[in-house]
Structures are given as C-alpha cells and as structure tokens.
C-alpha cells in the first residue's frame, strides 16, 4: 500500500467547488453494509469493495477530479489512495464524511 498523503478537501471548499466545477465526481463509497440510503445531492454510490469493478468499466480519464466520501471519512481515505493505486491522479478525501455534511453542508 503507497504511504503517500491523501488529499482532503472540506464540506465548505467541496460545496463551492461542486457549485463552479461542472466536471467534478462525487462518489459514495460505503459498502452495503454502512449504507443507509442517503447521498450528497448531485452524488452517485460507487461502493468501496467494488472499485476496482467500477473503474475498470468506467470510461472516466485517470485524470479526471474525483472526490470520495463515506460515512466519517476513513473508509474514502481507503477509497482514495486505492483509485491512486488504479492510476487516477485527481482525487480528494471529504473531512468528515457525510455526518459533516449533513452538519455543515
């Protein structure tokens, strides 16, 4: 496993940036077993054990912007570095997670 830094981006600097960057994927990436069903509007659900499946069918460039988050934020930290591993080169972490969110967002 890489020991390189997982970027994060916050709630604040992750709604202004999905407000202005049209380009911008935002991915759930609970597992079934963590889900409860509610997503960050605009979001879709890429669950974590199935990555590595999703991005092999995906036709997404490795250098499209990429912003994973979970329920608190230590699953999408996994989730990150292992699409860094997958040779995706503009991915951020969300501090917090979706309880931040719903918190702050």
Known sequence: MSTTAIATIST???LQR???DVGLHLWNVLTDEYFKGELI???RRVPGDHLGEAVRRS???KDAAIVVYCAGGARSAFAA???GELGYSRIRSMAGGFADWKRNG
Do not use: C, I, Y
């Open 12 to 14: 604040a600097d992750l």
């Open 18 to 20: 999905f407000t202005d």
């Open 41 to 43: 509007p605009g979001s």
């Open 59 to 61: 036709t997404l460039a």
């Open 81 to 83: 570095r292992t699409l």
